[in-house]
């Protein structure tokens, strides 16, 4: 479980989001395909089930250079709201 603590849209991404999560400790970086579904600040103070035993990923997609390491649950990312 980690706890959305910063959500920004990502410039030229219609559906990403660049979030931080605070995992107890430990803040990592996940970029996300919410934006269509929340804005930003719904997503801010929200916990999350994220997978986050991954190898971090380096990856250029539409100018972004991003460092993700973990993935937000599918299922649980979709009901965020209940």
């Known amino acids: 479980m980690a ?3 910063s959500a920004e849209k ?3 991404a219609d559906k990403l989001y660049q979030l931080m999560v605070d ?3 430990e803040t990592r970086q996940i970029v996300s ?3 269509k579904h929340y804005k930003a600040d ?3 103070g929200k916990n999350v089930i994220v997978i986050a035993n991954l190898k971090p990923v380096k ?3 539409r100018g972004l250079v991003r460092d ?3 993935r937000l649950r599918g299922r649980y990312a979709q009901n965020l709201h209940h």
């Open 3 to 5: 706890k959305v603590v």
């Open 10 to 12: 990502i410039e030229g």
């Open 23 to 25: 995992m107890g400790g």
């Open 33 to 35: 395909g919410l934006a």
């Open 42 to 44: 719904e997503l801010v």
């Open 59 to 61: 990856a250029a997609r």
């Open 68 to 70: 993700d390491s973990g």
